[in-house]
């Protein structure tokens, strides 16, 4: 809101009234001076004619009364003056205070001040600090009236013209931000907040401002939306932008009745390769392929890398979807060429399969559903091809509804079990918590992947029973555990997904169980996904103020795979923040990866918020996270994930629980 200048309700402080004494003294001076004058003439000659007869007596006294009257006004005259010249005196000196403490803080606040004319149009003043964004005094700026505009990016100019016509005419406040050039010709991001301020008619009387150097701010809030939509291999889209883009495209689609395609691009052998000459070969195998799908699809799709070894192409211009397969076929020929890897030639070939909006799929999920059945359809038929969707091509139908049926079963059977994956201080030395995994023993295929099962979990509603066996399981051990010795610093955490948060039970059932298990507060750690709190903010909220009530710790997992990341820590403020693998595995050979996790940690900390680094699996990434100060990490260096004899025994190695009095156990050396 604009200030507005006018009168202000001081008339109680005399240091109000000086200015205007000041302005109208001499006057008043005059003024006093006469009325005396006239007074002293008119009353003193008529007290002489009245009391005293004789003219000689008359003169004389007529003498002593005019000398009286220079001795008078002569006292007056210095008393009045030397209260004048104090009143000056006294406001020189509080200006001088005044402007002394603001130079001060001037010269040491690194945010730059500044007040503009309109009248001249130019700055009337500019604080020191200018000098570091600029890299030229202050006197530069003010005696060139258009250097500050010269200064802004060309890319920016209009906008901050355009921005500074509308404050004059609106006579509103405004912060843009915008690039100026240093004088050493780089560029620099500044944050410029202008409070215009106007008499009582809207115009404008002076404008004041505060522009602030935010470059290393906008680089970082730039590297956490490459980290997060961005491949840090490839440095092709993700699969989290591909997915907005690709609803995207399906709601205009849908709303001008166009069709695009969609291609599933998966690369044969790569996991030979990758086995048989390391993963370093694999990465810049990767690295190779995104480079020729680019030069093949640039300006005519969109590309992305979703992972591994598969990428998409999302075709949405008319002429090429109708054209496909003249982008499909030099995709097919230009990946099909040797590649250089270790000093030798190495092959692989392509499979990619073809889905057409809306014919194959009216929404983002079911046609990559789609594009994912074709290019499995495209392996079988021998590779190194593509193959248009068909929906007699789709063996999911009966193997998910078989697998549906088992996992019924296995729950009514209790097949699923817990393993545990230890977390220890960031040292290595003390084991100070365990994840609860869930694990899927089938009595005929062995062990299912949680991929599998986790999903189909959800979408049949069974993991809210799975998940409140989990979660008794774990305070069973907490209980169990602490009647061993276990200190009250251990927690033992349990992933919670989307759709338990969702069930109104969940909280009830919670303080249900640690009640029952009479588990203390802080031993018991609740892990969400930024993804599941995303879907209902307020509701999450709510959940987390009645989790804490109980005692139950609150984690967000998988941090940083979303850019929301940062504005979901401020508002949810969570007690652990757990470092997704993706951050931890490039920071030992990638300073900028470093830097950005360093940043994280920092930032956690910052909000009062334990960190947890996962997927630690090398000596150096663990003294990286020492030195940055993370306070806990996960991961294969130090354990993997064990079944509950595997755990306890670490647990009982480690000092962490008493063994068992009527268990002799041995412990390899």
Not at 315 to 344: K, M
Not at 514 to 519: F, K, R, T
């Amino acid at each position: 809101m604009a200030k507005r200048s006018g009168p202000l309700n001081r008339s109680n402080d005399i240091r109000y009234h000086w200015p205007l004494l000041l302005q109208r003294g001499p006057l008043l001076i005059v003024v006093l001076y006469v009325l005396f004058g006239t007074s002293w003439i008119l009353f003193s000659d008529l007290w002489l004619a009245t009391l005293v007869k004789d003219p000689e007596t008359a003169r004389n006294l007529q003498t002593w009364k005019g000398v009286l009257y220079i001795a008078l006004t002569g006292v007056l005259l210095y008393l009045a003056m030397r209260s004048l010249y104090a009143a000056i005196a006294g406001i020189s000196r509080e200006a001088v205070e005044r402007e002394a403490r603001f130079q001060e803080m001037a010269e040491h606040i690194p945010e730059v001040f500044w007040i503009w004319d309109p009248v001249h149009q130019r700055l009337s003043y500019v604080s020191p600090a200018v000098e570091s964004i600029w890299g030229l005094p202050a006197q530069h700026l003010l005696e060139d009236r258009h250097l500050w505009l010269r200064s802004v990016h060309p890319q920016d100019s209009e906008r901050v013209t355009s921005t500074l016509e509308h404050i004059i005419r609106s006579c509103q406040s405004i912060t843009q931000q915008y690039r100026v050039q240093h004088a050493d010709g780089t560029w620099l991001w500044l944050e410029d907040r202008a409070y215009p301020i106007c008499d009582e008619q809207g115009e404008l009387v002076r404008m004041v401002g505060v522009a602030e150097n935010i470059t290393e701010q906008h680089h970082q809030q730039e590297a956490l939306y490459e980290a997060a939509y961005y491949d840090r291999l490839t440095g092709l889209p993700n699969r989290y932008l591909f997915h907005e883009r690709l609803e995207q495209q399906c709601q205009d689609a849908t709303c001008n009745n166009l069709t695009f395609s969609l291609l599933f691009l998966d690369l044969d052998r790569f996991k030979y390769i990758n086995d048989s000459l390391g993963h370093s070969a694999g990465d810049e195998l990767l690295r190779q392929v995104a480079r020729r799908l680019q030069s093949v699809v640039e300006g005519r799709g969109f590309l992305a890398r979703l992972g591994g070894d598969e990428f998409a192409v999302l075709l949405s211009r008319r002429p090429d979807t109708e054209q496909r397969e003249t982008i499909l076929r030099p995709i097919i020929n230009d990946l099909s060429r040797p590649y250089r890897l270790q000093g030798e030639d190495s092959f692989l070939t392509l499979s990619v399969g073809v889905a057409l909006f809306p014919r194959d799929g009216g929404d983002a999920e079911s046609l990559t559903r789609s594009a994912d059945v074709a290019m499995y359809s495209a392996k079988r038929q021998g590779r190194n091809n593509w193959s248009y969707f068909d929906e007699s091509d789709n063996p999911a139908t009966t193997e998910r509804l078989r697998l549906e049926a088992d996992i019924h079963r296995a729950v009514e059977n209790q097949e699923f079990e817990l393993h545990y994956q230890p977390q220890f201080n960031v040292q290595g030395t003390r084991m100070d918590g365990a994840e609860c995994l869930l694990r899927w023993q089938h009595p005929e295929h062995g062990m299912i992947s949680p991929g599998e099962f986790i999903p189909l979990l959800e979408e049949t509603g069974l993991i809210v029973d799975v998940g409140v066996r989990v979660i008794e399981q774990a305070c069973r051990c907490i209980h169990d555990w602490r009647g061993r010795g276990l200190p009250d610093h251990f927690v033992l955490a349990v992933n919670v997904s989307a759709r338990q948060l969702q069930d109104e039970h969940l909280l009830t059932e919670t303080r249900r169980l640690m009640e029952a298990w009479n588990v203390p507060e802080g031993m018991l750690e609740l892990e969400l996904t930024e993804s599941s709190l995303m879907e209902e903010p307020a509701y999450s909220r709510r959940l987390f103020a009645g989790l804490r009530s109980i005692g139950a710790k609150i984690a967000i997992d998988d941090f940083g795979v979303r850019y929301s990341s940062l504005n979901y820590l401020r508002e949810f403020a969570p007690d652990i923040l757990k470092i997704d693998k993706s951050f931890v595995d490039p920071i030992a050979g990638n300073e900028r990866d470093r830097h950005l996790l360093e940043g994280i940690i920092q930032l956690s900390h910052t909000l009062g918020i334990g960190v947890i680094a996962e997927g630690v699996e090398t000596e150096a990434q663990r003294a990286i996270l020492e030195n940055a100060s993370c306070d806990w990490i996960q991961g294969f260096l130090l354990a993997r994930p064990m079944a509950l004899g595997g755990v306890e025994d670490l647990m009982e190695r480690l000092g962490a629980i008493r063994a068992e009095a009527d268990t002799v156990r041995t412990w390899p050396q």
